[in-house]
C-alpha cells in the first residue's frame, strides 16, 4: 500500500516547499524567486500559461540555472502532475506557488 502520510510542506520566499527539500538554501531561494519573477511577468502581460508562453518560461528558468548552477537542470511547472526523478544529490526541490506546482532538479 502507498504511503498514506500526508505530504508536508514548509514556507519559505513565498512558496510552500515540500519536505524534506534535498537542496542547498541559496540554490532554493534563486529557485523560488525566479519561478514566482516569471510567473509574475505571465501574469503582468496576461499571457496564457497554456502553450508557448508557458514552455518559454520553463526554458528561460532552465538557461538560467544552466549558466548560473552548472548544467543539466530539468524544470517542470505545471498544475499537477506525479514524477519518479534520479537528481544529483541536493539538487532536488519540488514546490508550489499559488496555482502553480513546481520541480526542479539536476542530473
Aim: with cysteine; hydrophobic share 40%.
Amino acid at each position: 500500500m502507498a504511503d498514506d502520510k500526508p505530504m508536508e510542506f514548509a514556507h519559505m520566499w513565498g512558496a510552500q516547499v515540500r519536505l524534506p527539500c534535498d537542496m542547498g538554501d541559496d540554490v532554493l531561494r534563486d529557485a523560488i524567486e525566479s519561478v514566482r519573477e516569471e510567473l509574475n511577468n505571465l501574469e503582468a502581460t496576461q499571457g496564457d500559461w497554456e502553450g508557448p508562453a508557458g514552455s518559454e518560461i520553463v526554458e528561460r528558468i532552465k538557461r538560467k540555472f544552466d549558466s548560473k548552477w552548472s548544467p543539466s537542470w530539468h524544470v517542470v511547472i505545471g498544475r499537477s502532475y506525479g514524477s519518479f526523478v534520479t537528481h544529483e544529490t541536493r539538487q532536488f526541490v519540488s514546490f508550489k506557488i499559488n496555482d502553480k506546482a513546481v520541480m526542479l532538479y539536476k542530473v
